[in-house]
């Protein structure tokens, strides 16, 4: 497979200047991707347990890390990191010395024209990361109804234009199924006005893949189940690519470094919850890697450590 294929890592060195790596720590990825994160742990000299729904993305990364002599030092698991507590009991591993969610999809599955996900390439209606998966977002476009889709538009792609952008494939779909991303992409095209900062199918297809994928359910109890599994000074590390999943990084980390949660007009504490993370403040791509990688634009990453 073409290593072009996967992107830089985004904010590599601000991710391990959070981690701070041991010598023989272990550390979690939940989202594989290439592996360029991955790598950089175990140069430092950590060991790595990742997970990643694609089965392309774990060939990939197995093989690099082969190729780049860390045999030994990784254990890759194809499955969704929202099932971290059931990988790493079924793994025996009780601590984790620090973890990284790079939230998101891979830029070589943007980048692959077959899989769907972008409006720059036309093809087969897709965008499902994992292939096992039964939903695609041809089945959305045709199926849902029209009140549904609007919802979905405004909800995971935050689309002003979302009512119109639904008249238009209800019009087109009366006739035939909308099966590619070309025509999608131009029925959008045509259906709402120029707009600064994109293409104008750019937040219906955002809001299409995270449909698809489930992405932002269970969110929450990930970074929870995480937290849980950290040694004390042990370290999360959560990259964010839109305000959506980056408002429930973030009121959840939040929630984890607060003591009492009771509503402020209780006189005394009843609810006994305990803050168990300091948060550090959240950090941008510095202006180096903003020239030379595009897709670090739009990224935060936030981290906290475990009390």
């Known amino acids: 497979m073409d290593e072009t294929f996967y992107h830089t890592p985004v904010m590599l060195g601000e991710v391990l200047s959070f981690l701070r790596v041991t010598e023989g720590g272990t550390y979690f990825d939940g989202t594989l991707g290439g592996g360029g994160h991955s790598l950089a742990i175990m140069k430092a000299g950590g060991r790595v347990i990742a997970t990643d729904l694609d089965a392309d993305a774990i060939e990939y990364a197995g093989e690099r890390f082969i190729r780049e002599g860390m045999d030994g030092k990784f254990t890759l698991v194809r499955s969704n990191f929202k099932r971290f507590s059931e990988v790493t009991d079924e793994l ?3 601590e984790i010395d620090g973890a990284l969610l790079d939230l998101g999809v891979s830029s070589r599955q943007f980048d692959d024209g077959v899989r769907g996900f972008s409006y720059r390439y036309d093809a087969e209606l897709d965008m499902r990361m994992d292939k096992r ?3 695609t977002a041809e089945d959305i476009v045709n199926d849902y109804p029209a009140g549904e889709l609007v919802k979905l538009l405004y909800r995971y ?3 002003n234009c979302a009512k119109r952008i639904v008249s238009a494939i209800e019009r087109e779909r009366r006739t035939h199924r909308i099966k590619t991303t070309g025509e999608l992409a131009s029925l959008i095209e045509r259906s709402v006005p ?3 900062g994109g293409h104008p199918a750019k937040k219906t297809f955002q809001a299409l893949r995270i449909e698809v994928n489930g992405e932002l359910d269970g969110l929450e109890k990930a970074v929870d189940d995480i ?8 370290r999360i590390c959560v990259i964010t690519f839109h305000s959506l999943e980056d408002r429930i990084i973030k009121n959840e980390l939040r929630l984890l470094a607060t003591d009492c949660i009771c509503d402020r007009s209780v006189p005394v504490c009843v609810c006994g919850h305990k803050a168990s993370v300091k948060l550090f403040k959240p950090v941008r791509a510095g202006e ?5 990688n595009n897709r670090s634009r739009s990224a935060t990453l936030r981290a906290a450590e475990k009390l």
């Not at 937290?227 to 042990?234: E, F, H, Q, T």
């Not at 180096?288 to 030379?292: D, G, H």
Request: a positive charge; proline letters at 4%; charged letters at 45%.
């Open 288 to 292: 180096e890697e903003l020239k030379a």
């Open 157 to 159: 792609g935050e689309e």
């Open 92 to 94: 025996g591993i009780r």
């Open 227 to 234: 937290v849980s599994k950290l040694r004390p000074g042990g």
């Open 194 to 196: 120029y707009r600064k």
């Open 133 to 135: 998966g039964e939903l």
